[in-house]
């Protein structure tokens, strides 16, 4: 309940605002709200470009991580099948 409260109190402080104000004053709010809402909009899709790279880097890391022990356990397979072959000979 709580956050609802405090999702809608700017929404009614701003309706509360705008019809107490002169036009040019309801403009510049209205202008403030769009560049205030450009904002958040701007820093969630810096966020977004944030989490995604973060995610890919990740991939890549785990990636070369599981290419790496694959190499190693086909390196191993071939020097256990070498020291077999010269150990039969």
């Given at each position: ?20 104000c002169?036009p ?40 070369n ?7 190693t356990?086909a ?10 072959d010269?150990?039969?000979?």
């Amino acid at each position: 309940m709580r956050k609802s409260i405090l999702a809608w109190t700017p929404a009614l402080a701003f309706g509360l605002a705008l019809g107490a104000c002169s036009p040019s004053a309801q403009d510049n709010l209205t202008s403030a709200v769009d560049q205030t809402g450009d904002s958040l909009e701007n820093a969630a899709d810096k966020t977004g470009d944030m989490i995604e790279n973060g995610a890919d880097r990740a991939g890549r890391a785990i990636e070369n991580t599981a290419d790496d022990v694959g190499d190693t356990v086909a390196q191993g397979a071939r020097d256990t099948g070498n020291a077999i072959d010269n150990t039969t000979r």
